[in-house]
C-alpha cells in the first residue's frame, strides 16, 4: 500500500483529492473509494459518488509534465478509435486535470468506469473466441496514425539492451548466459525491415476488462508508443496465451494469435523470423524488472505472478516450441529462434579468473552463436579454494545431458569428482592441460587443489561419452607424463599442443582457436 502512495507523494487522506475530483468534475458527493493494487506506474482507483463509480489515474511524480502530456494525447487518440476502451471525461475539451493540494501538484485523469474484472483479477485465460476478440482490438490501435513523440519505459522490450546493462546484477546467475544471448540477437535485428505502428504495449491480463455482459475492455495506454506492431504480439502472446501447465495448449494459442492478426494484416516473412526473439524478451523483461523490484525490496503477489509468467514462457521457447508455430521451412527464417538449446559452461583452474587467458574470447564466440555460455567465477585462494566451495558454485548452474563443459588446469579433475559424485550426464567435456597429482612447484598450489584428487576419475565415462583433452608438450607447471596419463585414462580424442607451455595467456593464449573443432 504504501509504495502506491509515494507514487504521487501522496502523505494525506485520498478522501480529500476525491472531494476535490467530485467538485472539479461535478461528480456528485463522494462516497468512497478503493485503490486498484497493480500496476508499476502510477497511481489508479475506483472513486464512487452519488452519481456512480469512476477510475481515476493520477499520474506518477517521476512522470515529467510533458510525459504526462505525451500519454494524454494517447489518451485522447484511442477515444477517438472505434476500440472497446473505457471512455475519458473532459473538462473544457481537455482529459487532464490539476488539483493543487497543500502545495502540491496531482496531475490526473477520470474515467468511465467498467462494472467487471480483468482476466488476471478473473484468475483466468482468455477462450479462444475472446483472444480472437482482443487480436481484432489490437488490430484497430495498430490502424491509428500517432503523431505524438516516443516516450521512453523501461517495461519496453524494445529497451531491453539499456535495462539490461542497468539492472544484470540483480537477476538470477541462472538467466545470465541466455540474457546476454539474447541481447546479441537483439543487436542483429534490422529495425528498418519492422512495420511500425501505434501500439498499445500492455495488452496483457491486468489491461483485459471484461464485463458483467462478457464483453471485453482494452485498458491503460500508459506504456503505448511509436513501436514495431510485432512488440503488442509478443507481449500479449507471452501472457494471455500462456497455459503454465500445458505446453501444447500454449502454443495453439500462440500460433493462433499470429494467424488471427493476419487476418487484418499481413505479417512479413521478416517479422515472423524475428518473433520468436520479441517473445523471449517480453519473458526476460518481466523477469529482469521483477528481479529488480525483489532487490529493492518489493515483493508483491503480482509481482510473484509476473515472474512464474515470465519463468514458464521463456522455458517454453524451444527449437520444438516454435516450429510448431511458425513454418520454418525456410532455414533463413531460424536465425533469431533460440534453436541452441545446448549450454557451455567453462571453468577456471587454481587461483585463475573467469575474465583470464582465453575464457572471454570462447564466451564471446559462444555467444555470438547464439549459445547459452556460464563462465563462473569458483572461489580462489588458501583456505577458500576447494571441492565443496566449487561444488556449490556449480550447483548454481543448469548441468544436464545437453551441457559441454570446458575446463583448465585443475578444473577438469574437479568436474570429474563433480560428475561422479553427483552422477549427472554431460553431452561433452573438453579439458585442456588436466592433471590429478601434486604438482611440487608450490606448496599453496598443491594445498588447494589436493581436494579435487581422486582416484577413480574414469569413472567419468560412465556420465560422458565425449571427452576431449587438450595438452602441451612444455607446460612449465604440470609434467607432461602427467597430463598425458591424465589423457589416456578417460580421453576419446587427444590433441597435443607443442610448444604450447600452460595454454595460458602467461604462453600467449588469450585465444585459443584450436579449441573450436572440439565444439
Not at 519496453?156 to 538470477?172: A, G, Q
Not at 546476454?180 to 505502428?197: C, H, P
Not at 520479441?278 to 526476460?284: R, V
Not at 577458500?384 to 588446469?409: C, F, P, V
Request: contains cysteine.
Amino acid at each position: 500500500m504504501k509504495e502506491f502512495y509515494e507514487r504521487i507523494n501522496l502523505n494525506f487522506n485520498l478522501k480529500i483529492i476525491s472531494i476535490n475530483i467530485c467538485k472539479l468534475y461535478e461528480l456528485g458527493e463522494y462516497v468512497s473509494e478503493q485503490l486498484i493494487e497493480v500496476g508499476y506506474e502510477d497511481f489508479n482507483y475506483i472513486l464512487e459518488t452519488t452519481s456512480g463509480k469512476y477510475c481515476v489515474k493520477i499520474y506518477n511524480k517521476e512522470r515529467t509534465d510533458d510525459d504526462v502530456r505525451k500519454y494524454v494525447d494517447r489518451i485522447e487518440l484511442a477515444s477517438h478509435l472505434e476500440l472497446n476502451t473505457p471512455a475519458v471525461l473532459k473538462i473544457g475539451g481537455s482529459c487532464l486535470q490539476t488539483i493543487n493540494i497543500n502545495n502540491t501538484n496531482f496531475r490526473l485523469s477520470v474515467f468511465e468506469y467498467i462494472n467487471g474484472k480483468s482476466f488476471f483479477d478473473l484468475n483466468d485465460i482468455p477462450t479462444t473466441d475472446e483472444i480472437k476478440e482482443i487480436i481484432h482490438q489490437m488490430s484497430i490501435i495498430h490502424s491509428a496514425t500517432l503523431d505524438s513523440e516516443f516516450i521512453y519505459d523501461k517495461w519496453t522490450i524494445t529497451n531491453f539492451i539499456r535495462e539490461y546493462e542497468e539492472k544484470k546484477k540483480y537477476i538470477p546467475i541462472k538467466y545470465k548466459s541466455i540474457f546476454d544471448s539474447l541481447i546479441n540477437r537483439l543487436k542483429q535485428v534490422d529495425f528498418n525491415k519492422l512495420t511500425y505502428s501505434f501500439v498499445h504495449g500492455d495488452i496483457i491480463s491486468s489491461n483485459v476488462l471484461k464485463d458483467n455482459e462478457g464483453k471485453l475492455y482494452i485498458i491503460d495506454f500508459a506504456v503505448s508508443n511509436y513501436l514495431p506492431r510485432i512488440v503488442d504480439l509478443a507481449v500479449t502472446s507471452c501472457n494471455l496465451c500462456l497455459n503454465p501447465n500445458d505446453k501444447s495448449k500454449t502454443i495453439l494459442s500462440t500460433k493462433m494469435i499470429l494467424e488471427e492478426y493476419q487476418k487484418y494484416a499481413q505479417l512479413s516473412e521478416y517479422e515472423l523470423e524475428v518473433f520468436p526473439l520479441f517473445y523471449d524478451l517480453a519473458n526476460a523483461m518481466g523477469i529482469l524488472q521483477i528481479s529488480y523490484l525483489n532487490s529493492m525490496g518489493e515483493s508483491s503477489e503480482e509481482d510473484k505472478f509476473w515472474l512464474d509468467e515470465s519463468e514458464k514462457g521463456l522455458s517454453f521457447s524451444d527449437n520444438d516450441f516454435w516450429n510448431k508455430i511458425i513454418n520454418y521451412s525456410n532455414k533463413s527464417l531460424k536465425k533469431y529462434m533460440r534453436l541452441e538449446m545446448d549450454n557451455y559452461i567453462i571453468l577456471h583452474g587454481s587461483f585463475g579468473s573467469k575474465d583470464g587467458n582465453w575464457f572471454p574470447w570462447l564466451k564471446d564466440k559462444l555467444l555470438k552463436d547464439g549459445k547459452k555460455v556460464d563462465v563462473p567465477q569458483m572461489p580462489v585462494g588458501v583456505g577458500i579454494q576447494n571441492y565443496e566451495s566449487w561444488s556449490k558454485e556449480l550447483d548454481k548452474l543448469k548441468i544436464d545431458d545437453r551441457t559441454t563443459i570446458i575446463a583448465h588446469s585443475i578444473a577438469p579433475i574437479f568436474v570429474c569428482k563433480y560428475l561422479i559424485n553427483k552422477k549427472i550426464n554431460v553431452k561433452k567435456l573438453i579439458f585442456v592441460c588436466g592433471f590429478n597429482n601434486y604438482l611440487g612447484i608450490d606448496p599453496d598450489f598443491d594445498a588447494v587443489n589436493s581436494s579435487m584428487f581422486l582416484d577413480n576419475y574414469t569413472d567419468v565415462k560412465k556420465y560422458c561419452n565425449n571427452i576431449i583433452c587438450y595438452y602441451s608438450d612444455n607446460d612449465p607447471y604440470v609434467k607432461y607424463d602427467i597430463e598425458k596419463e591424465f589423457a589416456n585414462g578417460i580421453a576419446n580424442k587427444q590433441y597435443i599442443v607443442e610448444s604450447g607451455g600452460h595454454i595460458n595467456s602467461e604462453s600467449g593464449y588469450t585465444e585459443f582457436s584450436d579449441i573450436l573443432k572440439s565444439l
